[in-house]
């Protein structure tokens, strides 16, 4: 059974960062390409940021420039460094395989406000 845990979420001002971690047990982790979804107050979850194990990255259009997403396969974990955060990014912050496992984990509250 998977199991994902994110961390890493806060309160931060417009145009602060933020690093988001993920760990992720009970999968061959290098298997699997990974990916970090959000889901906002009232709209349904989406596709953040994707990773292979060999490291080929794809980004939603709304953070380019903006995020960066990476994992370590020695730790079965994978990251989201968020920089210039704009309030549109408020949402709860998941982690899972691309495309993703029925199991998900808390999420992470990430909100960005004045």
């Known amino acids: 059974q998977v199991r994902l845990v994110e961390s890493g979420g806060a309160l931060v001002q417009p145009g602060g960062s933020l690093r988001l971690s993920c760990a992720a047990s009970?999968?061959?982790?290098?298997?699997?390409?990974m990916g970090w979804y959000r889901q906002a107050p009232g709209k349904q979850r989406e596709l953040v940021a994707t990773?292979?194990?060999?490291?080929?990255?794809m980004y939603t259009d709304s953070v380019k420039g903006r995020f960066t997403i990476s994992r370590d396969n020695d730790k079965s974990a994978v990251y989201l460094q968020m920089n210039n955060l704009k309030p549109e990014d408020t949402a709860v912050y998941y982690c899972?395989?691309?495309?993703?496992?029925?199991?998900w984990g808390q999420g992470t509250q990430v909100t960005v406000s004045s």
């Open positions: 899972n395989t691309q495309p993703p496992k029925d199991d």
């Open positions: 009970g999968i061959f982790f290098s298997l699997y390409r």
């Open positions: 990773i292979t194990s060999g490291g080929t990255i």
